[in-house]
């Protein structure tokens, strides 16, 4: 099976599947905060890990400002100040509910779904494509509710 990326307005990056087997999909610390803040939309973001130490997500506009993942926030300040780089502390408590949300709303189209951890499951799309043959639109079918 070969995967792809199909980067939506979901709130998260869905990989589709060729031929059945598992697909994997990807909640985005990044797009619940800008969820309950639009201002961010196309702005630099990034959130740090729980003590504010390292980045653990980024905005593709973070990624084009070649902020890598896991380095020290000390050694972003600069960046962040000449780029006007948004900057979160990790709010596990809302990724989490937004987590459990998308979990029950994928529970509702897909029949196997294995929850890995807050941001990753794995849905067993095998026979799903008589149903969702185009899942960049099953991906808008989901946004819409």
């Keep these: 099976m ?3 990326p199909y980067e939506g ?3 998260c990056t869905v ?5 059945g ?11 619940c905060e800008r969820s309950f803040n639009p201002s961010l939309e196309g702005k630099p973001v ?5 003590n504010d130490g390292c980045v653990v997500a980024r905005s593709n506009e973070a990624k084009e ?7 020290p926030y000390f050694q972003l300040e600069e960046l962040v100040r000449t780029h006007d780089v948004k ?5 596990y408590t809302l990724y989490g509910d937004m987590s459990a949300r998308l979990m029950s709303l994928i529970g509702r189209f897909v029949e196997n779904v294995e929850v890995n951890s807050i941001d990753e499951a794995f849905l067993d799309l095998s026979g799903y494509e008589s149903i969702y043959p185009d899942l960049p639109a099953f991906a808008s079918q989901l946004r819409v509710n």
């Design 2 to 4: 070969r995967l792809e």
């Design 9 to 11: 307005k979901l709130s």
């Design 15 to 19: 990989l589709r599947g060729v031929g």
């Design 21 to 31: 087997g598992n697909a994997p999909r990807l909640l985005d610390y990044v797009s």
């Design 46 to 50: 990034v959130v740090l890990s729980n």
């Design 65 to 71: 400002l070649k902020i890598p993942m896991g380095v």
């Design 87 to 91: 900057v979160f502390s990790s709010n």
